[in-house]
């Protein structure tokens, strides 16, 4: 019997869209040549579903309807093929069988022929803020900002800008509203401890920002440098570990090797098989090292609302050195080592630094311990450098200066490149907060 032949195969390869699309699926041969399509799904862990050519969608069980079976009655055969609208970046695999019992062949003599075509997915890049396990209470809410969110094709080569914008608010109770603090450091470099009060704005590097990535404990370890784990996929030397899910680990372990799926830390640590943890990559070249995406954290600065209260009942700060304690219509965002200024308040010799807080909403105090200034407090009475006792009234306005109640936080994040899998880039509010204190 004649062989007849099944010449061409064609139907684009190129890459899908997220959105999906139809493509028209052409098969050219010789007159009366047998073949059977099938077209198969595989989606991220390669589990399969199967095209209906009657629907015109993709079924999990496999039946007839999933069968294409033709005889050609001339030489080309066309259908277009619907290919859905799926996010996830899918494998399709579309075979033509050339049916071997009826004498059909591909022009090459083997029976069958396949062609695959990847659907592009979309993965989505999250910028927020982590406060810390222990410090959540800190903030009025959690996460203390809410997070900002951009979705792109992996395969897109367009960069992407996103305009970050984040406001941290300090507790409003007793226990926890002492106000935030910002690290010891302006634009234009390195600041004393003495001169914190004056800082109102910080440049945040990108270290201070994280991605991160989880793993399990593959075999219990005791005061041990080396650590199994069940998968090493987007782990890099250089991540650090955190927030394991049982027990701790001691100071902050860091992967310095990985051997197949052994990683070597930086210092020796006891876990439990079974025990999960993060291993966060901190600052944009590592992030980049890790996920494959190369995102740019551009002029991300911190800066303090400016943090006013009044004073409640006339108070005096005396001539001679002693505590004084100062009635407030609310302290909430004040904290120990912050400086008030205000009319009538001195500023000499941290004579308006901040002791003590009582706290409350709407009244509380601080104090302060009055040392007068260098000398002055023991000149003569005639000496005029000599400091006066001066009374700062009630209704008095006061600001404070070196902690606030209100933290806001601006930046520019740049993706050249949307990751593999959906990605969190977090800010680590440990590195930049101090959260203040009573006493």
Known sequence: MEIKKVK????????????????NLVING??????????????????????????????QEFTSKNNLNVTLESNSFLIPILFPADANGETYKILT???????TEFTNGQHILVKDIVQVGNT???????????????YTANPPSADVTTTGSTVSTSAVNVAASFTLTNA????????????????????????????????????????????????????????????????????????????????????????GNTLT??????????????????GTQLIKTCFGYSPELNNFVAKNQILTTTVRTDTTLPESTGEVSLPLSGTRGISVGARFFGLNV???NNNNVIQTVTPSATEGAVTLEFTGGAGDYDAGPDDENQIKALTVAAGSKLEIRGSARIINIT?????????????KILLDLTKLITHGTAS
Request: proline share 4%.
């Open 172 to 259: 409003n109770d007793d226990t926890n509203g002492f106000g935030l603090r910002l690290p010891p450091m302006v634009a234009s470099g390195t600041v004393s401890s003495g001169d914190i009060a004056s800082i109102v704005s910080f440049n945040i590097p990108n270290t201070y920002f994280y991605s991160a990535r989880g793993a399990t404990v593959d075999g219990t370890i005791s005061n041990s440098t080396t650590l199994t784990v069940a998968s090493v996929l987007f782990l890099a030397v250089g991540m650090e570990l955190h927030q394991p899910s049982s027990g701790s680990f001691s100071g902050t372990p860091v992967i310095t090797e990985i051997n």
């Open 411 to 423: 930046g520019n994040v740049v993706i050249n490149k949307f990751p593999s899998v959906d990605t």
């Open 8 to 23: 061409s195969v064609d139907i684009s390869t190129r890459n899908l869209i997220a959105a999906g699309e139809t493509r």
């Open 97 to 103: 069988i050339a049916s071997e019992k009826d004498n």
């Open 124 to 138: 989505s890049v999250l910028i927020g803020l982590d406060p810390g396990n222990s410090f959540i209470n800190k």
């Open 265 to 282: 830390l930086s210092s020796a640590q006891s876990l439990s098989d079974g025990v999960t943890f993060q291993c966060r990559a901190y």
């Open 346 to 348: 001195n500023s000499n």
């Open 30 to 59: 010789d007159i009366g040549a047998i073949f059977t399509v099938n077209i198969i799904k595989l989606d991220g862990t390669n589990k399969e579903s199967y095209y209906d050519f009657n629907e015109r969608s993709f079924t």
